[in-house]
T-cell receptor, first 116, second 116 residues
Framework: EAQVTQNPRYLITVTGKKLTVTCSQN?????MSWYRQDPGLGLRQIYY???????DKGDVPEGYKVSRKEKRNFPLILESPSPNQTSLYFC???????????????FGPGTRLTVL | AQSVTQPDIHITVSEGASLELRCNYS??????LFWYVQSPGQGLQLLLK??????LVQGIKGFEAEFKRSQSSFNLRKPSVHWSDAAEYFC??????????????FGTGTRLQVTL
């Protein structure tokens, strides 16, 4: 089954304790992205990657890191989490169309992160 | 910069009634437009998309949307709402072309409540 998986689905942690949220897709998509969803703000892009070893900042990258060592995986790293990073996080993937424009994005089930 | 406005935060309709959710976008050229639905506790699922061609697009679950360039709108419609349509709906605009490839900007969402 074609899907995007995220782990963990729920995470409660404390300020400053490094964490990683994993994201994996089995559709051989070039493009992957991380979003955070906050009430009243919709989804905002954190980082994206257009292919292996190619990553770039989205709209709200502060406090986050990513890596793309393999095509299928795109982990989100919070080196020193803070309470304002409490949010619902979504990973998404998509194939790149001609001229580098994305097609439909396929979303993972989300990771609810609470930073105390 | 591209942007999306969903002016209605919350809409309540009766089951069987028609539905229209509003979406206005700002983008310098012809955009790629999407509607996604998010059921409670779930990830986002694509309802429909517009890339080019016929301005009235059909999607899943009986939804349709019409692209109106003159009004910079992409409103979502359904002739008869079912109780299972209760969810949050997000309009999104995608950028075209390399360099800005894959930039997807979401609106803040409209929460739909369906009364029986």
């Amino acid at each position: 089954e074609a899907q995007v998986t995220q782990n963990p689905r729920y995470l409660i942690t404390v300020t400053g304790k490094k964490l990683t949220v994993t994201c994996s897709q089995n559709m051989n998509h070039e493009y992957m992205s991380w979003y955070r969803q906050d009430p009243g703000l919709g989804l905002r892009q954190i980082y994206y990657s257009m292919n292996v070893e190619v990553t770039d900042k989205g709209d709200v990258p502060e406090g986050y890191k990513v890596s793309r060592k393999e095509k299928r995986n795109f982990p989100l790293i919070l080196e020193s989490p803070s309470p304002n990073q409490t949010s619902l996080y979504f990973c998404a993937s998509t194939p790149l169309r001609l001229a580098g424009t994305t097609d439909t994005q396929y979303f993972g089930p989300g990771t609810r992160l609470t930073v105390l | 910069a591209q942007s999306v406005t969903q002016p209605d935060i919350h809409i309540t309709v009766s089951e069987g009634a028609s539905l229209e959710l509003r979406c206005n976008y700002s983008y310098g050229a012809t955009p790629y437009l999407f509607w996604y639905v998010q059921s409670p506790g779930q990830g986002l699922q694509l309802l429909l998309k517009y890339f080019s061609g016929d301005t009235l697009v059909q999607g899943i679950k009986g939804f349709e949307a019409e692209f109106k360039r003159s009004q910079s709108s992409f409103n979502l419609r359904k002739p008869s709402v079912h109780w299972s349509d209760a969810a949050e709906y997000f309009c999104a605009v995608g950028a075209k072309g390399t360099g800005t490839a894959s930039k997807l900007t979401f609106g803040t969402g409209t929460r739909l409540q369906v009364t029986l």
